[in-house]
């Protein structure tokens, strides 16, 4: 199996990425001093340049793997080494936020999950290279280009300030509202 059987795939994700893309500069210009004016912070400005990458990491991956001949492990190297160094990048820029603390924990996850993927992602490619009829790290490149999708419309999201809903939260705030709920008495008295 090669990265030729995955043509179809590769092509609608070319699209979808594309239109992500645009996307992500159309939500940046609506709200640009939150992200890239001078009154913004560093967490955001790093949240849409991950968006970015995200975004850009599917669509390097899905456009070599088009190209007649070409394996798309190859660019998944390298494009996984320019992501872990783009992190490595945002840590540093994030840092003097959080000395002062003025960055939480919670405001680096989704590095975290891209830091996960580029992992995934060069290790795949490095085996996809080695072994380009192993179907496993093809398969795990097209996943990992869905998950970078995820991880990017979920950045982009939170980027023009639409509301998070989180599972434990809404549990949470049922459960506080059945309890608070008045007591109706189902008795009958007839």
């Given at each position: 199996m090669t990265t030729a059987s995955a043509h179809e795939f590769f092509a609608a994700c070319a699209s979808v990425a594309g239109a992500l893309i645009g996307l992500l500069f159309v939500a940046i210009s609506v709200a640009p001093e939150r992200i890239l004016g001078p009154e913004a912070s560093d967490v955001h400005g790093v949240r849409a340049a991950a968006t970015l990458t995200a975004f850009t990491n599917a669509l390097i991956v899905v456009l070599f793997g088009l190209i007649p001949g070409f394996d798309a492990g190859d660019a998944a190297v390298v494009i996984a080494i320019i992501g872990l160094l783009f992190?490595?990048?945002?840590?540093?820029?994030?840092?003097?936020?959080?000395?002062?603390?003025?960055?939480?924990?919670?405001?680096?996850?989704?590095?975290?999950?891209?830091?996960?993927?580029?992992?995934?992602?060069l290790i795949a490619g490095i085996g996809l290279d080695r072994h380009p009829a192993d179907r496993g790290d093809l398969q795990t490149l097209c996943v990992l280009v869905i998950v970078c999708f995820l991880i990017g419309i979920e950045r982009a999201w939170g980027l023009v300030g639409g509301p998070s809903v989180r599972l434990h939260r809404e549990l949470f705030m049922q459960v506080a509202k059945h309890r608070d709920s008045p007591k109706v008495d189902r008795t009958d008295d007839g």
């Open positions: 992190i490595g990048g945002a840590l540093l820029r994030l840092l003097p936020g959080w000395r002062a603390g003025e960055v939480r924990l919670l405001d680096l996850t989704f590095l975290a999950g891209l830091l996960v993927v580029f992992v995934i992602q």
